[in-house]
């Protein structure tokens, strides 16, 4: 079993940063992939980035492009997403998310993914 445990969010302004983070802990290193999706209220969730702890490929969403970065921490299994240049419509439930199943690549998609943070708030003011 992996747990995930986010921290980071909060409310900011529009054009602030922010940084959020997920800890893996117990089989954290059967992590392959670990990605970020949020969910906006009467929304769907949706994916927001990820990457591959191995090969360290990364993936986004064209909504986030330019503006958002993940990173990792392979020692203490952690992953990062600094965000950038924030937006009203970026307000959201922010979810970590990992892959247990061998891969190189970044996970885009929900189905990949077996476990899930708790969820952090972030909230953009205009």
């Known amino acids: 079993q992996v747990q995930l445990v986010e921290s980071g969010g909060g409310l900011v302004q529009a054009g602030d940063s922010l940084r959020v983070s997920c800890a893996a802990a117990g089989r954290r290193f059967s992590v392959y992939a670990m990605g970020w999706f949020r969910q906006a209220p009467g929304k769907e969730r949706e994916f927001v980035a990820s990457i591959n702890r191995i090969s360290g490929m990364t993936n986004y969403a064209d909504s986030v492009k330019g503006r958002f970065t993940i990173s990792r921490d392979n020692a203490k299994t952690t992953v990062y997403l600094q965000m950038n240049s924030l937006k009203p419509e970026d307000t959201a439930v922010y979810y970590c998310?990992?892959?247990?199943?061998?891969?190189?690549?970044?996970?885009?998609?929900?189905?990949?993914?077996?476990?899930w943070g708790q969820g952090t708030q972030v909230t953009v003011s205009s």
């Open positions: 998310a990992a892959d247990s199943s061998f891969s190189r690549m970044a996970a885009a998609t929900e189905a990949e993914y077996d476990y």
